[in-house]
């Protein structure tokens, strides 16, 4: 069962700053393409970026470009997502999930519990 824990979410103000983390659950390694999602209330998930399993390749939603970053430690087995610059519209739930290719972006396995992101003004 493939599914991630995530971590790092809280409560902050626009403008600044948290840092998010996914590991698989259980002891399992994954090397595939990570992707992170959100979800706000009554909207579906969302792509926000992706990260090859190399870590060379990087995707971003044009929402985000310039102000997340993506990255992973294989030798930690986590993926991690640097969010600055936060707005109100980036409030949600964040997950990340094994994806099928960088290009597609197909969430693989089950969805854990995320992370939730507030953005309060």
């Known amino acids: 069962q493939l599914m991630f824990v995530e971590s790092g979410g809280g409560l902050v103000q626009p403008g600044e700053s948290l840092r998010l983390s996914c590991v698989p659950s259980?002891?399992?390694?994954?090397?595939?393409?990570v992707a992170w999602f959100r979800q706000a209330p009554g909207r579906e998930h969302e792509g926000v970026a992706c990260?090859?399993?190399?870590?060379?390749?990087?995707w971003y939603a044009e929402f985000v470009k310039g102000r997340f970053t993506i990255s992973r430690d294989n030798a930690k087995n986590t993926v991690y997502l640097q969010m600055n610059s936060l707005e109100p519209e980036d409030s949600g739930v964040y997950y990340c999930?094994?994806?099928?290719?960088?290009?597609?972006?197909?969430?693989?396995?089950?969805w854990g519990r995320g992370a939730l992101v507030t953005v309060y003004s």
């Open positions: 999930s094994a994806v099928d290719s960088l290009t597609s972006r197909t969430p693989l396995g089950y």
């Open positions: 990260i090859s399993s190399n870590e060379k390749e990087t």
């Open positions: 259980g002891s399992t390694r994954d090397n595939r393409a």
